[in-house]
């Protein structure tokens, strides 16, 4: 499938593989493939996040817009369900004015997504008088899927009724013609799913800043006249975009006096208050309203209003005031759906397995699992279980790649021909190597090979210290400079590694019979290209003389030859015949 299909994607061109989108993830839905960040579509949860946090914007939201723009273009019947949160993001618009503009934009009609919220209010009324002891609301879509995803042991306490964007489309479905199409337009990517899913109930769904696009113009027409939602206007329903708007009706019915009602929002504060929670604990029924969307759907990623959680349930409640009003009717149509076989897409690996893993990148000891939190998740073990399921790489542990690269560093620079040192701006030994002791003649002197010196200063070592500090004060590099030192010529360069910070000294003695017959043999190879050179310069001018000397004589044979064949035929002319 191609990934743009899918209702949250990467756009790899713009991943910069900086895990961000990994550390964020609350269910680890993403996977390192050919260096970039890509979803795993079967445990994404489709909240958003790594959408609003991907700091090169690469998580993209599908654009399901286009297909709307010319379904409404073609002249379609298009219904559509609006998600009661839109008077926070378009709070200057009345409730006709905003039916009028999605008209004029070519909707048939525009109908409440809250009508189908009080339809599952009032079936979710209807099945806690069983006074079962757990029941979690199934209104968020991305709710159910982090239960799979996580807590696949509670999917079963879920409640047994589908969503109240289902709910509505299945009222409307009953009202309107069988070849219209209906469209959700709200903060929610999720709804995206629903669609997927669910084609013959919904088609499409956008976001609020989708419909912004969609209004030609920013400016609002004089009104034409009163226009109502259809087929009416929706009652308590409208507060589900807020926390706790669902558990309302729930604490206030007479018959649920006895029943706890618990609302919790935002997937982190979720997967806290359920890391340790047990079911067989409750000594009264409980009831769960778990929102993905800290403060609720008026939070949704598809929202474009950057203003406080507060604000935004202020101005909705001051808008729907009027119309807040608990009801009670018996079920207009069936809404019950089953959450049973709902299971985790990602199975607990073995100990066996996560050993082998530290093994591969060196964390054998406990002290060696840092959990830094560099590879995108929040302990090695984690990371070690994403490596299993093909989720990460090893590469992607920082602390692995460091230590790999220092053990290399390390083997060169301590089988490196000649002595080296590094030294910072105090003159203290940062790293030296097992030659620098044999060059200068230190061979007594306590070597430790994990620290090299470290913290020693140079002047006690060396005489010529004076070199380094030359070269970090004034960030000039001295290259083979020859110092006599302990009755041997010692050649010296000296370079920045940090510009008057860090420099690197690599001392070599020039006295060694292995380093003499090396410059024998470098003078030689020297001589012998600079004769070589000599010899083709001496044969190029003799070449080049040599040519015009053939071609002058071969001129004077020409000429010589013609003079000939001139007096040759003069004679030829005297004879008497």
């Known amino acids: 499938m191609n990934p743009q299909n899918l209702p949250v994607f990467t756009r790899f061109n713009d991943c910069q593989d900086c895990y961000k989108c990994i550390r964020e993830c609350p269910v680890k839905a993403i996977k390192i493939e050919n260096y970039h960040a890509s979803i795993i579509s079967e445990l994404c949860i489709h909240c958003g996040h790594c959408v609003e946090i991907c700091p090169v914007k690469a998580k993209r939201i599908r654009d399901d817009l286009s297909r709307v723009q010319v379904w409404l273009d073609n002249g379609k019947e298009v219904y559509v369900s609006l998600a009661p949160s839109w008077k926070t993001e378009f709070s200057d618009y009345s409730d006709s004015m905003m039916v009028e503009k999605l008209k004029d934009t070519g909707f048939k009609a525009v109908s409440e997504t809250a009508l189908g919220a009080e339809e599952v209010n009032s079936a979710t009324i209807r099945i806690l008088r069983d006074n079962s002891q757990l029941y979690i609301s199934s209104a968020c879509p991305v709710v159910t899927s982090l239960l799979a995803n996580k807590y696949s042991e509670l999917c079963k306490y879920i409640l047994p009724i589908e969503s109240p964007l289902l709910a509505h489309c299945r009222i409307l479905r009953n009202m309107i013609p069988s070849e219209a199409m209906i469209v959700f337009i709200g903060p929610c990517i999720a709804k995206k799913v629903e669609a997927d899913k669910n084609p013959e109930l919904l088609k499409a769904s956008i976001t609020f800043l989708d419909l912004k696009k969609l209004f030609k113009e920013d400016k609002k027409k004089?009104?034409?006249?009163?226009?109502?939602?259809?087929?009416?206007?929706?009652?308590?329903?409208?507060?589900?975009?807020?926390?706790?708007?669902?558990?309302?009706?729930?604490?206030?019915?007479?018959?649920?006096?006895?029943?706890?009602?618990?609302?919790?929002?935002?997937?982190?504060?979720?997967?806290?208050?359920?890391?340790?929670?047990?079911?067989s604990s409750l000594s009264a029924p409980l009831f769960l309203e778990l929102m993905a969307c800290e403060g609720g759907c008026i939070n949704g990623p598809g929202a474009i209003r950057k203003i406080s959680y507060l604000q935004k349930r202020i101005e909705l409640i001051n808008h729907n005031r009027k119309h807040i009003h608990s009801t009670q009717r018996d079920p207009e149509i069936n809404i019950k759906t089953s959450y049973d076989n709902l299971i985790s897409m990602d199975p607990e690996p073995s100990e066996i397995e996560i050993n082998q893993v530290f093994h591969s990148i060196g964390k054998v000891q406990p002290e060696d699992q840092l959990n830094c939190g560099s590879c995108g998740y929040n302990s090695c073990r984690e990371f070690a279980k994403a490596v299993i399921s093909k989720k990460a790489e090893t590469g992607m542990c920082v602390s692995f790649l460091r230590k790999r690269a220092q053990k290399k560093a390390n083997a060169l620079f301590n089988r490196m021909p000649t002595g080296a040192v590094i030294v910072d701006e105090n003159l203290k030994i940062v790293e030296a190597n097992g030659k620098f002791l044999s060059v200068l003649g230190l061979n007594d002197y306590y070597y430790d090979e994990d620290q090299r010196f470290?913290?020693?200063?140079?002047?006690?070592?060396?005489?010529?210290?004076?070199?380094?500090?030359?070269?970090?004060?004034?960030?000039?590099?001295i290259i083979d400079k020859e110092i006599f030192y302990k009755e041997t010529i010692l050649k010296v360069s000296i370079f920045s590694i940090e510009p008057k910070c860090i420099v690197c000294g690599i001392i070599q003695d020039v006295t060694e019979p292995s380093v003499m017959r090396e410059q024998t043999i470098t003078k030689a190879r020297q001589v012998i290209s600079k004769n070589l050179s000599m010899v083709q310069k001496v044969?190029?001018?003799?070449?080049?003389?040599?040519?015009?000397?053939?071609?002058?004589?071969?001129?004077?044979?020409?000429?010589?030859?013609?003079?000939?064949?001139?007096?040759?035929?003069?004679?030829?002319e005297n004879v008497d015949f």
């Open 222 to 279: 004089q009104s034409k006249g009163e226009m109502a939602f259809f087929p009416n206007a929706a009652d308590e329903g409208r507060l589900y975009p807020v926390d706790g708007g669902m558990s309302a009706g729930i604490k206030n019915n007479p018959e649920l006096l006895n029943q706890d009602v618990i609302t919790i929002s935002g997937i982190e504060n979720i997967i806290k208050a359920l890391q340790d929670f047990n079911p």
């Open 454 to 477: 470290a913290g020693v200063i140079l002047p006690k070592l060396i005489p010529f210290s004076n070199l380094f500090e030359r070269v970090i004060t004034t960030g000039n590099d």
């Open 539 to 572: 044969a190029y001018l003799l070449g080049e003389n040599a040519a015009e000397l053939e071609s002058t004589l071969n001129s004077v044979i020409k000429v010589t030859d013609y003079q000939k064949v001139k007096i040759d035929n003069k004679e030829l």
